[in-house]
Structure formats: structure tokens, C-alpha cells
């Protein structure tokens, strides 16, 4: 569970480097836009939203690398899927 835990917060981490990378600014949780930022915000909702999609796809990669990762470690342990 602590390794689910560590694995969720580097994800969560690669995808605000993602994203601040596309220049989309990441939110934390108790921040609200003002009414100046909200019209800027505006003009770069394309960007934003293609910066949620590409974070979409890498979370589909990271969840198709860890499938491969338990199989592949799995015929290592003693019992396990030959």
C-alpha cells in the first residue's frame, strides 16, 4: 500500500512537469482563479485541455508499463507464471 501511495505521488509529480512543460499552470487545491486570471485562462482552455489529454495518455502508459512490470517480475518469484 505505501509503494501504491509513493508510486501515485511521483505519478501525480511527472504530470504537473508535464504539464508546466506545455505551460499550463498547476492548481492546488485551495486555490481559486480571480476574475483577471479566469480571462486569461480562457484564451488558453485549448491548451489546457490538450495538456489534460496528453496526461490522460501517459497515465494509460504508466498503467500499461506497471502491468508488464508485475508480469515480468512474477516469473522471477519462485511459483509464479512460467
Request: with cysteine; aromatic share 4%; proline share 4%.
Amino acid at each position: 500500500m505505501l509503494d501504491a501511495a509513493r508510486q501515485a505521488r511521483a505519478l501525480g509529480a511527472a504530470l504537473e512537469t508535464v504539464l508546466a512543460a506545455l505551460g499550463a499552470a498547476a492548481r492546488g487545491p485551495g486555490a481559486e482563479p480571480t476574475a483577471t486570471t479566469t480571462l486569461s485562462t480562457t484564451s488558453s482552455a485549448a491548451s489546457v485541455f490538450s495538456a489534460k489529454v496528453l496526461g490522460l495518455h501517459v497515465c494509460g502508459l504508466y498503467g500499461e508499463w506497471v502491468s508488464r512490470t508485475e508480469g515480468d517480475l512474477s516469473q522471477l518469484v519462485p511459483g509464479g507464471v512460467a
